[in-house]
């Protein structure tokens, strides 16, 4: 009988799914989706619809969430988003697998209610707070914006850097990471392809 616990994923949406912050050179101020008039013209993130529909292909579609932070008006403009680029047809995701919060690091309770054990987010604070998820990705190809130190550098001909980070606790952080469970793994890739690759055993981060 196979005991392993199943892959359950979760997704975050600006900057994950969807590019939500503006791409001009130098300038990484958000973008609110709840004030963009144009929000329906964001692209996707580049490889994330195929990545996302190889998941819910291998993994089954009621073990992928999308769980995102965002305002009331941001939550309707993200279900407009999501219907207008035809996300849930191309991805095969169910549409009823998405949540909502207000504050980001309500994501972590979310995640330990849904049993979700893997999650992609853009943020290292959000994945930090996520006690119950044992792989956490990061996708972002930036800097951290958090006390970090890299533990394991993997360079990726033509795709770019996996890097496996370790946090260290900064009293002048709002987040604690004296609590964080060094047993988990936090690992930023710079595409969707390396995240999936990894997910799905075919990519170690770490030899």
């Not at 993200?78 to 207008?84: D, K, T, V």
């Not at 987040?175 to 793994?185: H, L, P, R, Y």
Request: proline residues 5%; aromatic residues 10%.
């Amino acid at each position: 009988m196979n005991t392993c616990k199943p892959i359950i994923l979760g997704i975050d949406f600006g900057d994950t799914i969807a590019i939500a912050r503006n791409q001009n050179e130098g300038d990484t101020r958000a973008l609110r989706m709840s004030e963009d008039p144009d929000f329906l013209n964001r692209q996707a993130l580049p490889g994330a619809f195929i990545s996302i529909n190889q998941l819910v292909t291998l993994l089954g579609p009621r073990n992928l969430f999308i769980v995102s932070r965002c305002s009331i008006p941001g939550e309707e403009k993200i279900m407009a988003w999501l219907e207008h680029h035809k996300f849930w047809e191309q991805t095969g995701m169910k549409r009823e697998n998405i949540r909502f919060c207000r504050e980001r690091n309500q994501k972590g309770t979310i995640c330990a209610e849904l049993g979700i054990t893997h999650f992609v987010d853009d943020r290292f604070e959000c994945l930090v707070a996520m006690k119950t998820v044992t792989r956490k990705y990061r996708l972002s190809g930036k800097l951290p914006d958090i006390a970090v130190q890299r533990v394991y550098t993997h360079s990726v001909p033509n795709r770019g850097a996996v890097v496996v980070y370790k946090a260290e606790y900064n009293p002048a952080t709002t987040v604690q990471f004296q609590d964080w469970d060094m047993d988990t793994d936090l690992v930023q890739f710079p595409d969707w392809g390396l995240v999936t690759d990894t997910i799905l055993g075919r990519f170690k981060p770490i030899p």
